[in-house]
């Protein structure tokens, strides 16, 4: 059964600050996904990593993903306010059978602070 | 225009009730999806639908029925509620024939706030 841990799981931030969430996957995996999702509100796509090595940024964001060690990364840097939000990722089972089936982390919930 | 849009997006009712919750998605997409959300935050996918066709169907209540009249809507029924169906619900939709395309992805609606009283 594919499992996705993240963590930290709260993260309190200063703006300015840089900082980096981690996400860890179980199994093989076709594709991995950082959902944003604001309270209330619907997950908005942020990255999606298909290849070992695969790099990816918008903004002050940028993904990673290290397909040998199951292990995604969403660094931060010099937060602001507007980055507060909960972060997901989420994997895809490998195969390409299981359309759209993703396995979601807990979440991350990120507070960006003067 | 919303790309995949629920209604309602809340809803209140009581235990044992029968209740449905609307997707309709206008992306063109031919895979469609619902989504749970408990209370802790986990996203679990309960169902998927393709081109009108059931392809995905987790671990869920029969009291859960989905149906998609076409492939632009797909809408969840639910029996007998109890208290632990409340959660929020995800619809989403995906292309399914270019899902190995590079960059595809999940849709996803704004949700509905089902509370089981």
């Known amino acids: 059964e594919l499992k996705v841990e993240q963590n930290p799981l709260f993260l309190s931030m200063q703006e300015g600050k840089n900082y980096t969430i981690y996400c860890n996957y179980s199994?093989?995996?076709?594709?991995l996904y950082w959902y944003r999702q604001d309270p209330g509100k619907s997950l908005e796509s942020l990255f999606v990593l298909l290849s070992n090595g695969a790099v990816k940024q918008e903004g002050r964001l940028m993904a990673s993903l290290d397909t040998k060690a199951r292990l995604s990364t969403l660094h931060i840097t010099a937060a602001v306010h507007d980055l507060s939000a909960t972060y997901f990722c989420?994997?895809?089972?490998?195969?390409?059978?299981?359309?759209?089936?993703?396995?979601f982390g807990q979440g991350t919930i990120l507070t960006v602070h003067p | 225009d919303t790309a995949v849009s629920q209604t309602p997006k809340y809803l209140v009712t009581q235990m044992g009730n029968d209740k449905s919750i609307k997707c309709e998605q206008n992306l063109g997409h031919d895979t469609m999806y619902w989504y749970k959300q408990d209370s802790k935050k986990f996203l679990k996918i309960m169902f998927s639908y393709n081109n009108k066709e059931l392809i995905i169907n987790e671990t869920v209540p029969n009291r859960f029925s989905p149906k998609s009249p076409d492939k632009a809507h797909l809408n969840l029924h639910i029996n007998s509620l109890e208290l632990g169906d409340s959660a929020v619900y995800f619809c989403?939709?995906?292309?399914?024939?270019?899902?190995?395309?590079?960059?595809?992805?999940?849709?996803f609606g704004s949700g509905t706030q089902l509370s089981v009283l």
């Open positions: 989403a939709s995906s292309h399914r024939t270019g899902w190995t395309a590079t960059n595809e992805k999940l849709f």
């Open positions: 199994t093989t995996s076709d594709r």
């Open positions: 989420a994997v895809s089972p490998a195969g390409g059978t299981s359309y759209g089936k993703l396995t």
